[in-house]
């Protein structure tokens, strides 16, 4: 269920998507034996998963894709909407800019809905580090974008 709007944020495509998942299903599948020794079966599912999309998108020397807009915020944006839209793009861009570790983080917990022990088991990374990140990430997302709207209404004013 969690596993399927990751890989089709990493790969990005509703075929690539399907087949990788497949192919997935065959490898755990012929993993049986060492899944059932594993005291946290998901975490490992979802490494393997991460890991195979990865090493597919480098072996096909596409770049990796990141639909944020389309994940996890299911904002209606229309047409006529173009400051959602602009908000949207702003933030993308300021996920982009973050150190990888801080993006990694945010991205499996706010666009790919995993727990923090979920993250835990994915990255390796311990708990507390991970809160850390997490908060350090949403921070820099929240003042880079009161940067941004204090310069479009005109106020210049640093935000503290």
Not at 68 to 92: G, W
Request: net charge neutral; charged share 35%; glycine share 4%.
């Amino acid at each position: 269920r969690k596993l399927y709007p990751m890989v089709k944020r990493i790969l990005g495509n509703e075929e690539e998507t399907k087949d990788a998942l497949q192919e997935l299903m065959i490898k755990l599948w012929n993993k049986r034996q060492i899944l059932e020794s594993l005291q946290n079966k998901n975490g490992y599912v979802v490494t393997v998963a991460r890991n195979y999309c990865i090493d597919l998108k480098k072996k096909h020397k596409i770049p990796l894709i990141d639909n944020f807009e389309e994940s996890r915020i299911n904002v209606p944006v229309q047409e006529t909407d173009l400051e959602t839209r602009e908000k949207l793009e702003h933030v993308h861009r300021i996920i982009e800019g973050l150190p990888e570790k801080y993006k990694e983080v945010l991205r499996l917990r706010e666009i790919d809905g995993f727990s923090y022990d979920e993250i835990h088991q994915i990255t390796g990374m311990e708990m507390p580090y991970i809160r850390v990140l997490l908060s350090r990430s949403r921070t820099k997302v929240r003042e880079e974008m009161e940067k941004i709207y204090n310069y479009e209404r005109g106020t210049c004013q640093p935000v503290e």
